[in-house]
């Protein structure tokens, strides 16, 4: 397998937006560590799962990686080059190859844009389409995503079709430039119960066909199943566990991994519980507790986990787990 992507050390830290006299007075300037070190690599043609509860800082690691934002620290390397040095010209061109589903359909699609001018528009802005074959393009990708017909939906706005149909908007305008890798941001969070499932379907038959390489952002463990090669739980800013799914699944090492897979239903009323759902609130980004940031809410923490990071380590083949304890 070939290695697309690799993140290396990202950190973006937020400056706390504070009053005149605080920012004055204050000792050290405060920051939220939205994403505080993390690395990883996505192998071509996988989908690697970015997994855990919210403000984790998913979202922020999957802008980073789009160059969306600018790190505090680390590296994004694609083609050989961290992205944070690209030029201008390079980033157009890496834009083609990488897009991005956002989870609120309805955000993401201006009002005043019809479905067909919506799903056209990065070919426009790269030039890759004019005229009368963009909009045969628009056509094409609007089939492949289950729009139709779509020279009906093509001149529709986006108030005027079902949320579904929305998502499909999103997805078939993140194809539209044949990218190589999507990040895919909670693509069905907002979507109803009913649909969540084929626009699932539709993501997954989607990657074998355009031959794609995902990002699946979750905060529902259960929903990278169905999805993700391999999963990396994030927690406070930082990964707790990566490793192939099956393994994750079956055999989890971080006490944070086994709370978050307890607390996926299971259809079996003679079904119990053998560990306890994290306790407590979430931490703040801003003050993250010393040592494993998981240890107050952890029912295995010894006092050593209060003094010392654990970092990541690899306890079987591609299985790496940050804990003190394993
Ligand atoms: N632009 C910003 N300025 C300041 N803080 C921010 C900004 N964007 C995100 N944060 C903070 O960074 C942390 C991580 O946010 P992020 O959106 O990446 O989390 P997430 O895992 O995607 O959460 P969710 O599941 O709710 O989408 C949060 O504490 C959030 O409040
Ligand atoms: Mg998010």
Redesign the pocket.
């Known amino acids: 397998m070939t290695e697309l992507l690799k993140v290396e050390n990202l950190k ?1 830290h ?4 504070k009053g005149f006299l605080d920012n004055l007075f204050a000792k050290e300037k405060r920051v ?4 505080d070190g993390v690395s990883f690599s996505i192998q071509k043609g996988e989908t690697l799962g970015l997994v ?12 980073l990686i789009l160059r969306l ?1 600018e790190p505090t620290s680390g590296k994004v390397v694609y083609g050989g080059k961290s992205i944070f040095s690209y030029s201008k010209e390079e980033m157009r061109r890496l834009r083609e190859k990488m897009q991005v589903i956002f ?1 609120d359909p309805f955000a993401s699609l201006s009002p005043r844009m019809t479905i067909g001018e919506a799903i056209g528009h990065p070919l426009k802005i790269h030039g890759l389409a004019h005229g009368k074959d963009a909009e045969q393009k628009v056509m094409d990708i609007m089939e492949k995503v289950g729009l139709e017909p779509a020279s009906f939906l093509y001149h529709k706005y986006p108030h005027q079709v079902s949320g579904g149909q929305r998502q499909r908007v999103v997805i078939a305008r993140a194809l539209v430039t044949n990218p190589e890798f999507v990040v895919a ?2 693509p069905i969070a907002m979507a109803d119960v009913s649909v969540r499932s084929m626009i699932l379907e539709l993501l997954i038959r989607l990657k074998e066909e355009f031959d794609l390489t995902y990002l699946f ?1 979750t ?1 529902d463990l259960a929903t990278s199943k169905y999805i993700c090669d391999r999963v990396a739980i ?1 927690y406070l ?1 930082k990964i707790v566990e990566m490793g192939p799914l099956k393994e994750v699944f079956s055999k989890p090492v971080h006490p944070y991994t086994s709370t978050l897979l307890a607390a996926v239903p299971v259809p079996d009323p003679k079904f119990r519980r053998t560990h306890p759902i994290p306790k407590g609130e979430i931490p ?3 003050n993250p507790p010393s040592g494993c940031r998981f240890h107050p809410r952890c029912h295995l923490a010894s006092p050593e986990c209060s003094r010392e990071e654990p970092p990541l380590r690899e306890v079987g083949k591609n299985h790496w787990v940050a804990c003190n304890l394993r």
């Open positions: 973006k937020f400056p706390l937006q939220v560590r939205a994403v855990g509860e919210s403000g984790c800082g998913k979202t922020t690691t999957g802008r934002l989870q941001d909670e952002i905060h994030m800013g703040s980004a801003i």
